[in-house]
Antibody, heavy 121, light 112 residues
Framework: QVTLKESGPVLVKPTETLTLTCTVS??????????VSWIRQPPGKALEWLAH???????SYSTSLKSRLTISKDTSKSQVVLTMTNMDPVDTATYYC?????????????WGQGTLVTVSS | QSVLTQPPSASGTPGQRVTISCSGS????????VNWYQQLPGTAPKLLIY???QRPSGVPDRFSGSKSGTSASLAISGLQSEDEADYYC?????????????FGGGTKLTVL
């Protein structure tokens, strides 16, 4: 059974750095075809892709947020970590991690439940 | 402003057929496959259609997808009350500005 679970702070202050962890089970981060993406959704708004990482450590980032994002993985812990610097209230959103496929990075077959992050002083 | 364009809303009565469009460009839909996601209120999105027209196991055949050129469509036949949800299209974008996954702005489907 494939599961993904996000964890991290529920509240961060403006200018702080957000660190989110996605812990996966039911598949390995060393699987050649599989990767993990981070996607966010501000309250009442659309989904926005942030970044992905694959088993060969290949990474891609949202063009608009690239300067603020870093994605990494710890295969032994089955974890993918996303950091976002210089947080702003507009970054308030539910952050999801999802399993993706190397052949189609827009394909997300399993999603975490999401974690709501609020940016406020 | 989303890269893929969807109508913000759609509606239909039980039993009807509704379609939701997704318009893109040559760098995304025009050269890559389209996936559709269903998001029920308060829940995470769920994969509904992949590779333009394929249904994951467990998705009813009332849901179908198609793609032509730089546009794609999701069709729901035999509309049911439980289909009331937000629907999103997504695709890989090979833009020269940098590759990205792009989503549509979402379509809120109301079952009247």
């Amino acid at each position: 059974q494939v599961t993904l679970k996000e964890s991290g702070p529920v509240l961060v202050k403006p200018t702080e750095t957000l660190t989110l962890t996605c812990t996966v089970s039911g598949f390995s981060l060393s699987n050649a075809r599989m990767g993990v993406s981070w996607i966010r959704q501000p309250p009442g708004k659309a989904l926005e892709w942030l970044a992905h990482i694959f088993s060969n450590d290949e990474k891609s980032y949202s063009t608009s947020l690239k300067s603020r994002l870093t994605i990494s993985k710890d295969t032994s812990k089955s974890q993918v970590v996303l950091t976002m610097t210089n947080m702003d209230p507009v970054d308030t959103a539910t952050y999801y991690c999802a399993r993706t496929d190397y052949g189609d990075p827009g394909y997300f077959d399993y999603w975490g439940q999401g974690t709501l992050v609020t940016v406020s002083s | 402003q989303s890269v893929l364009t969807q109508p913000p809303s759609a509606s239909g009565t039980p039993g009807q057929r509704v379609t939701i469009s997704c318009s893109g460009s040559s760098s995304n839909i025009g050269s890559n496959t389209v996936n559709w996601y269903q998001q029920l209120p308060g829940t995470a999105p769920k994969l509904l259609i992949y590779s333009n027209n394929q249904r994951p196991s467990g998705v009813p055949d009332r849901f179908s997808g198609s793609k032509s050129g730089t546009s794609a469509s999701l069709a729901i036949s035999g509309l049911q009350s439980e289909d009331e949800a937000d629907y999103y299209c997504a695709a890989w974008d090979d833009s020269l500005n940098g590759p990205n996954v792009v989503f549509g702005g979402g379509t809120k489907l109301t079952v009247l």
